[in-house]
């Protein structure tokens, strides 16, 4: 769904410049009753006129995790557009907390955006999607049709997210193509905001991603293409309810 791209094209230092770490005024959050969270470890938001800030810190006051939510109307519905995300602390779950309480406890549905990393946010949207005994459901958005659906516990990734196409005729026609990271540096003169193609090596996950979606099935003569451009796609997530969103 989102598109997937390489962690390395997020602008981290645009996004945690000194206005976030001195210029903005973070308050606790009271509420965490839907989510399990240790008792070192506490959340608190901050607002300005354009964002919505939600941060977890340990009982040091250290930073580990942020969202940067932007309030947003797709199909006549309003959302938290999830505009930046960042965690200090790698592989620690710390994101996965931050997530759960706004898909939990927040006024508003969580979405995501149109591009989401590999590794990274593709994988955290996956470990949550598949958590058992969760509070929040997980939806697709569609932008064509501006409708929602629940995702299915037993979806395909291939299913969920894409690349752009583009990207793959290149990978289709590199006869070099391994299972290594690969510098397109010195393979093609091109460069595309979304892959850093011709500039920045592939993250190893994505580029197995898309390897084993181009790969000829077993036992059958014809070859069949999984990955798609999904760009069109979005993820949803919004506490448990009986009804589904709109």
């Given at each position: 769904m989102p598109n997937l791209i390489s962690p390395n094209e997020i602008d981290v230092d645009g996004f945690?410049?000194?206005?976030?770490?001195?210029?903005?005024?973070?308050?606790?959050?009271?509420d965490t009753s839907l989510i399990e969270i240790e008792d070192s470890l506490q959340i608190v938001e901050a607002t300005d006129v354009n964002f919505r800030y939600i941060k977890l810190?340990?009982?040091?006051?250290d930073n580990l995790?942020?969202?940067?939510?932007?309030?947003?109307?797709?199909?006549?519905?309003?959302y938290y557009l999830i505009n930046k995300s960042y965690s200090f602390v790698q592989q620690k779950g710390y994101a996965s907390i931050l997530y759960e309480y706004c898909f939990c406890h927040l006024e508003l549905p969580i979405i995501s955006d149109k591009y989401q990393t590999k590794a990274?946010?593709?994988?955290?949207?996956?470990?949550?999607?598949r958590k058992i005994n969760k509070n929040y459901e997980i939806f697709i958005y569609?932008?064509?049709?501006?409708?929602?659906?629940r995702l299915n516990s037993k979806v395909n990734d291939y299913s969920v997210w894409g690349v752009d196409l583009e990207i793959v005729e290149i990978y289709k026609q590199t006869k070099d193509f391994q299972f290594d990271a690969i510098d397109y540096r010195d393979v093609f003169e091109v460069y595309d905001p979304y892959t850093n193609i011709g500039n920045e090596y592939i993250h190893k996950q994505l580029e197995d991603f898309i390897k084993n979606g181009l790969a000829k099935r077993k036992n059958k003569k014809s070859?069949?293409?999984?990955?798609?451009?999904?760009?069109?796609l979005r993820l949803v997530g919004k506490k448990k309810m009986t009804k589904s969103i709109p």
């Open positions: 945690l410049d000194d206005y976030f770490f001195y210029r903005l005024v973070f308050i606790n959050v009271l810190i340990n009982d040091e006051n995790s942020v969202l940067r939510l932007q309030e947003k109307n797709y199909g006549g519905n309003r990274g946010s593709s994988n955290l949207w996956s470990k949550l999607h569609n932008d064509i049709i501006e409708k929602s659906k070859f069949k293409q999984k990955v798609n451009d999904r760009v069109h």
